[in-house]
């Protein structure tokens, strides 16, 4: 029994890894998939260890020479885990990404553990033992082969948008009613990574792999038709998607597997098997250089939308940045999972200037520059070390067994990927799983270690209530990933009515996810502005104080209910959007709660610390600073904002507006005039140089530029109310009155305004 739950809960984690996903998350396929890993890993584990304690009543381990560096990457990632600036992140991944916590990165090594010590080169060596049939590297390869081709059976329904005709399918069982999710109906959807892009270099590692399995030749351990099948549909899937770092992987694994093999002379007189990985890097080569994007548009009439990913050069800036920033992220980093941290205090002034300047990219755009910056020199060393070892001993092992030529393959094909785009989990499941199936099958420098209980019974209590300690443990971390994942269902649905209630329901579920009471807290603010935008005497004083207490609670932390809160600050205390909430709520509730104008400046300047090359925060705290009075300190903020970022229009605008109020109105209205010139569908930039030509009497300059702000946005109330006492001042009343009724039927129970439509009557 043991064995069998040991080989089902391997079979099952390789089949269903590449294709697991659910919809009830926020995020359907990291989060999910990080939950698949880590419990039928956890399974896996405890039966090997009952089997071993309960039935052999010995201690079996086989050790490989890679155990150390394994075992060293992995207690240095602890490390960095444990002096992490963001322990949340390290421990469970940041959230939406999540393939990058130290949970997830146990997981995986424990896999390689139960790869190395249960699965066997070939069958005929899995038979010797019964209860182990089947669990050979050969049948694994084949269920994961199997994976691979419903992933790209599901991606070819999805590109030519079979899964999004199927949007209104629905059919019941008893009481539930099933439908199409709406994950599957997005042109991108693909159950390996989400992202085309990610699902394009997972398809270039099985084409290395293929191409392996094509060449080697030997004995057939697969059907060649099926392969040729597999390797064909996945070529023109990435052709069809064409992501150029793909190609790369592809042209550098197979290159340098060719000239591994010729300088080896591997092949001899098959040397014509090269033929293929040669055909592959021309072509390659070929679609390296050509855009397939004609392509794209002629068979789907749209061309596939890209992802975001950060710039290699730009990550490895970071990277090192982060790596030399103090003794402690030289030697650890800033913690596993803590990319965001990195890339938002260190990320150049320069990276303003791209159209993607708003993103806080919370991954790298390859993975080993994400590892030196998160677990600093120490971190990426031992992982060099473990590739490096593993490729010099699949290169002896080369020419005197061929079996190992399709997992060299993939695995050069991984190495390059994670110089070249980052890591999510199928790709690091992918890695894991390569590396322990290699062990596997070098065999001669494994070696078995035995501790057998029958000359110390002991051993055998003390095993047997490790056993029963790790069995508990699992079971509990079982409960708080169920409660977990429904603070996640909850944190989904959360929307409409029952927005409040279900943000609510997952903060109690899950209370150390700071995102959620970041989001909390600014659905409080955002009742508190709905409050306060009423009439004075409709306002409700007493739900206005508890939201302006629950926003700042969440945000802060303090004590709900006779329970004490943790806020997002004090979970994440070095989290740019945390500190940016709190600033927001201390910002918008200055004029109902004293001391706010005060601690909103204090949350600004922590957030600006955390991400100093950030213009709207700086821009922000300048507002902040303009409101108490310190004109120098907020024209140094804008200052500040226009170097980081010479377009940014909000900051131009408060800097013009400072010459207003030095009594320079010519120079506010060139100022803003130029803005205006530069920026002509702005309404904000119109309005304020609608205003400053009012104020400096140019009635009908300002009354032009109300007009252009209401023909941009017609219901901007604010224009609506000053081009109505234009109008009122030109004598032009009954334009006038049809503004102020325009502005009461916005904002209906206005006083001020009803007092002017009874003046203007």
Do not use: C
Request: aromatic share 14%; net charge positive.
């Amino acid at each position: 029994m043991y064995n069998r739950i040991i080989k089902l809960s391997i079979y099952l984690l390789v089949f269903l890894l590449p294709l697991f996903f659910l919809p009830f998350s926020f995020e359907a396929f990291e989060f999910n998939k990080q939950y698949l890993l880590f419990f039928l890993v956890s399974v896996g584990l405890f039966f090997w260890i009952a089997k071993m304690v309960l039935v052999d009543k010995e201690i079996r381990f086989k050790r490989s020479p890679l155990d150390i560096f394994i075992l060293a990457f992995l207690f240095i990632a602890i490390l960095s885990a444990i002096f992490s600036v963001d322990k949340s992140s390290s421990l469970f991944g940041f959230y939406g990404r999540f393939s990058d916590g130290l949970i997830g990165l146990l997981s995986l090594v424990i896999m390689y553990f139960l790869i190395t010590n249960n699965v066997s080169e070939n069958k005929e060596q899995s038979t010797k033992n019964k209860e182990k049939e089947a669990l050979s590297v050969p049948s694994l390869i084949k269920a994961f082969l199997w994976s691979v081709f419903f992933v790209i059976l599901t991606s070819y329904l999805s590109i030519f948008g079979i899964w999004a005709r199927l949007a209104n399918f629905q059919f019941s069982i008893a009481n539930f009613q099933f439908k199409m999710p709406l994950v599957m109906q997005q042109w991108t959807f693909n159950p390996a990574a989400g992202s085309f892009e990610g699902l394009a270099v997972f398809l270039a590692i099985i084409i290395a792999l293929l191409t392996g399995y094509l060449i080697k030749g030997g004995k057939k351990e697969f059907n060649s038709v099926f392969l040729w099948i597999l390797f064909l549909a996945s070529l023109i899937l990435l052709i069809i998607v064409d992501f150029t770092p793909s190609w790369i992987v592809i042209i550098g694994s197979l290159g340098f597997f060719v000239l591994i093999t010729l300088w080896k002379r591997i092949f001899k007189a098959e040397v014509n098997k090269l033929l293929l990985p040669i055909f592959l890097i021309i072509l390659g080569g070929v679609f390296f250089f050509f855009n397939t994007s004609g392509l794209q548009t002629s068979l789907f009439k749209y061309q596939l939308p890209r992802e975001q990913v950060l710039n290699p050069g730009l990550s490895w800036e970071v990277g090192l940045k982060g790596a030399v920033e103090n003794i402690k992220s030289g030697f650890l980093g800033s913690g596993i999972g803590t990319w965001h941290y990195d890339f938002s205090k260190l990320k150049p002034m320069s990276f303003n200037q791209s159209l993607l300047w708003q993103i806080r990219f919370d991954r790298a755009g390859s993975y080993i520059p994400e590892i030196l910056g998160t677990t600093g020199f120490l971190g990426i060393l031992s992982y060099l070390a473990l590739i490096g070892l593993t490729l010099m001993i699949s290169y002896f092992f080369l020419q005197q067994n061929r079996s190992g030529i399709p997992l060299l393959m993939a695995f050069l094909a991984l190495i390059i990927s994670q110089f070249i785009y980052y890591q999510n989990t199928i790709l690091a499941f992918v890695f894991w799983l390569i590396l322990g199936l290699s062990v596997v099958i070098w065999q001669k420098p494994v070696r078995e270690k035995t501790i057998t209980f029958k000359d110390f019974p002991e051993l055998s209590l003390v095993f047997s209530a490790l056993l029963i300690v790790l069995g508990l443990g699992f079971l509990g971390t079982y409960f708080f990933a169920a409660k977990f994942y429904l603070a996640d269902i909850h944190y989904k649905n959360a929307g409409g009515e029952n927005l409040t209630q279900n943000l609510e329901k997952a903060v109690s579920l899950n209370p150390y996810q700071p995102q959620y009471k970041i989001v909390l807290a600014r659905n409080y603010l955002s009742k508190v502005t709905a409050e306060t935008q009423k009439p004075q005497d409709q306002r409700d004083q007493t739900a206005l104080s508890a939201n302006v207490y629950l926003a700042i609670t969440y945000g802060k932390g303090g004590q709900v209910g006779g329970t004490n809160i943790k806020g997002a600050t004090e979970l994440a205390p070095n989290r740019v959007a945390a500190w940016e909430t709190l600033g927001m709520i201390y910002r918008d509730i200055q004029g109902v709660a004293t001391g706010a104008l005060e601690w909103g400046i204090k949350s600004f300047e922590k957030a600006i610390s955390l991400e100093p090359a950030n213009p709207v925060l700086h821009t922000e705290l300048g507002k902040l600073y303009l409101v108490s009075e310190d004109a120098e300190k907020a024209k140094t903020e804008f200052t500040k904002a226009i170097e980081l970022k010479s377009d940014y229009t909000d900051a131009s605008i408060q800097m013009a507006l400072m010459y207003e109020r030095e009594n320079n109105t010519e120079e506010a209205i060139r100022q803003m005039g130029s803005l205006a010139n530069g920026d002509p569908f702005n309404p904000e930039v119109l309005f304020q140089l609608g205003r400053l030509y009012f104020n400096n009497n140019q009635i009908d300059e300002a009354i032009t530029q109300f007009e252009r702000v209401i023909s941009l946005m017609p219901n901007h109330s604010n224009a609506h109310y000053s081009l109505g006492v234009a109008y009122q001042k030109k004598g032009e009343k009954t334009k006038a009155l049809q503004e102020f009724e325009k502005v009461q039927e916005l904002n209906p129970g206005n006083a001020d305004v009803q007092a002017k439509i009874e003046s203007l009557k």
